[in-house]
């Protein structure tokens, strides 16, 4: 089943990946935009452009009832960095990689 999210949902998501994954001393927040373009839509990769540069992966996936309301759950990974410098490059202190609940 393909499923086409909202890239609204998708980037906030990443969002609070990064927050996760970053250190408590370090820790900030960040507006992201962007694309999340599929490289393997059926095996759940993708590619991101924008504020945030690398691969995105969704690993697990389970629709769950929720009556008038689309759920879900599952975990996503996030290889990359975030373009703070918005050269469309990112840079070794920029690389982030988190795992998503």
């Not at 995105?56 to 929720?66: G, M, S, V």
Request: proline residues 3%; contains cysteine.
């Amino acid at each position: 089943m393909r499923l086409h999210w909202p890239s609204r949902v998708v980037l906030s998501t990443i969002a609070a990946a990064l927050l996760i994954a970053a250190p408590a001393a370090v820790a900030k927040t960040y507006q992201v935009s962007g694309k999340q373009i599929a490289v393997d839509e059926e095996n759940g990769i993708y590619k991101m452009r924008g504020s945030l540069i690398g691969r995105w992966t969704i690993d697990t996936f389970q629709e769950a009832p929720a009556g008038d309301y689309f759920h879900a759950t599952g975990t996503e990974t996030f290889n990359g960095c975030l373009d703070r410098r918005r050269d469309h490059r990112g840079s070794r202190s920029q690389r982030a990689r988190g795992r998503r609940r």
